[in-house]
């Protein structure tokens, strides 16, 4: 129950700052992003289609995320997408998250941990590493941080400050 209640806050409309530092080469990013994250239900269409495409049942889904994105690099480019999350638990704090953009057939799959009111997802995939973790300051206020790794040594580390300006209108 406490995951899906974690899931369930993530709904809304959000604010994001992020700061991306690319370790090997000392260059730093800076950007922002709207998101609009809605919480599906375990019985949803989407959910189901999700759990039958990688054979999982749809019993052991907590719930889905839409995640709709609009991010700017300062002075860079402006880019949009829309991605649906499924959370597929294997116990009481940990599972599966699948990972589907909106314009694709494909996903990823990456496995998910919740301890101590952080969720911490872990992606491989290319000889790629990502570890990103997610908490709460508040109800409004949400940190997320991510460090991706490729085999040849090569590091990018960001940190999201966001802010929930309120419930996504439908």
Not at 95 to 116: A, C, H, M, W
Request: aromatic share 8%; net charge neutral.
């Amino acid at each position: 129950m406490q995951n899906v209640n974690f899931f369930k806050k993530q709904s809304g409309r959000w604010f994001s700052q992020r700061t991306t530092h690319y370790l090997k080469a000392g260059d730093s990013k800076a950007g922002k992003s709207d998101l609009e994250i809605v919480y599906i239900d375990t019985n949803a269409d989407d959910v189901v289609r999700i759990c039958d495409q990688v054979g999982w049942f749809t019993k052991d889904a907590i719930g889905g995320l839409r995640i709709v994105q609009k991010s700017t690099i300062l002075g860079g480019q402006t880019r949009s997408q829309s991605t649906l999350l499924v959370a597929i638990a294997t116990d009481d704090s940990s599972g599966k998250l699948v990972s589907q953009p909106n314009d694709s057939d494909s996903t990823q799959i990456s496995q998910y941990r919740f301890e101590n009111d952080v969720l911490t997802i872990v992606t491989e995939a290319n000889d790629l590493r990502s570890e990103e973790r997610w908490w709460f300051i508040t109800e409004r206020l949400r940190m997320r941080t991510n460090v991706l790794s490729d085999a040849n040594g090569q590091t990018m580390a960001s940190f999201c400050s966001e802010i929930k300006l309120g419930e996504v209108k439908t």
